[in-house]
C-alpha cells in the first residue's frame, strides 16, 4: 500500500510569512496526526484528527497554527505568521482508527520548515 | 503527564559489536511501546511495536523488550553494521486518544 504523503519537502521563509504544509494519509486510515520536531528532539503532538474531527489539538499554537482534514482524507497545516522558532521538521502520521485495539502510526517523510 | 527518556543521547561503537539502548517512561499506563528510526532528513520508520501485555519482540538483528512495571524498555541491536547508523526513538502510547509521546532519541554511529 502507498504510504503517507506529505509536500512540500522543503520551505525555507522569512518570519512573518505565512506557509502550508500538506497531507494525504493511507487510504482507509481514519486518523491523521501532525507533529513538530525540532533539532534534537523527539516529535511532539500538534495536533490529532479522527476522520474530519479533532480529537486533540491541546499542544497547537493556536494564535498562530491551524489545521483542517477536508472529507476525513487529505489535511493542510498552516502556520500565520511565523517565527524563527517555528523552523522544525513537520511530520505527518496516520493510523487506523481510533479505539480498537492498540494500532500503529505510519508517518510521512515530514517537511522540513527553515524560518530566517 | 508521560515523559520519555532515552540513554545514551549519543553511542558510538565499531562495526559487529551488540548494542543496547535504552528507554524509560514515566507513567505505566500504556498501551504500547513502540521503537522508530530516523535518518537524517528522514521521516519516521517503525521498528518494533511491543504491545502492553508482552515482553519483547524480535525482528532480524533487533529485539525489544518491555517492563512496564518499571517503565522501562531495551533495543537490543547484535552484530551491528555502519548502516545501522541512524536516530532511534522510543514513543509509548497511552491516553484516552491513544497518544504517542517521545524521547528525546539516540543517535548512533556504527564506525567500518
Known amino acids: 500500500e502507498a504510504g503517507v504523503a506529505q509536500s512540500p519537502r522543503y520551505k525555507i521563509i522569512e518570519k512573518r510569512q505565512s506557509v502550508a504544509f500538506w497531507c494525504n494519509p493511507i487510504?482507509?486510515?481514519?486518523?491523521l496526526y501532525w507533529y513538530q520536531q525540532i533539532l534534537g528532539q523527539g516529535p511532539k503532538l500538534l495536533i490529532q484528527?479522527?476522520?474530519?474531527?479533532?480529537?486533540?489539538d491541546s499542544q497547537l499554537p493556536k494564535d498562530r497554527f491551524s489545521a483542517e482534514r477536508l472529507k476525513g482524507v487529505d489535511s493542510t497545516l498552516k502556520i500565520q505568521p511565523a517565527k524563527l522558532e517555528d523552523s522544525a521538521v513537520y511530520l505527518c502520521a496516520s493510523s487506523r482508527i481510533l479505539g480498537t485495539d492498540s494500532y500503529e502510526q505510519y508517518f510521512g517523510p515530514g517537511t522540513r520548515l527553515t524560518v530566517t | 503527564k508521560q515523559e520519555v527518556t532515552q540513554i545514551p543521547a549519543a553511542l558510538s561503537v565499531p562495526e559487529g559489536e551488540n548494542l543496547v539502548l535504552n528507554c524509560s517512561f514515566t507513567?505505566?499506563?500504556?498501551?504500547?511501546l513502540q521503537w522508530f528510526r530516523q535518518d537524517p532528513g528522514k521521516g519516521l520508520t517503525s521498528l518494533l511495536l511491543?504491545?502492553?501485555?508482552?515482553r519483547e519482540q524480535t525482528s532480524g538483528r533487533l529485539n525489544a523488550s518491555l517492563d512496564k512495571s518499571s517503565g522501562r524498555s531495551t533495543l537490543y541491536i547484535a552484530a551491528s553494521q555502519p548502516g545501522d547508523s541512524a536516530t532511534y526513538l522510543c514513543?509509548?502510547?497511552?491516553?484516552?486518544?491513544?497518544?504517542?509521546?517521545f524521547g528525546k532519541g539516540t543517535l548512533l554511529t556504527v564506525n567500518p
Open positions: 514513543a509509548v502510547e497511552g491516553g484516552s486518544n491513544y497518544k504517542l509521546t
Open positions: 511491543i504491545q502492553s501485555s508482552q
Open positions: 487510504s482507509g486510515h481514519a486518523t
Open positions: 507513567d505505566s499506563a500504556i498501551y504500547n
Open positions: 484528527f479522527q476522520n474530519n474531527g479533532v480529537v486533540d
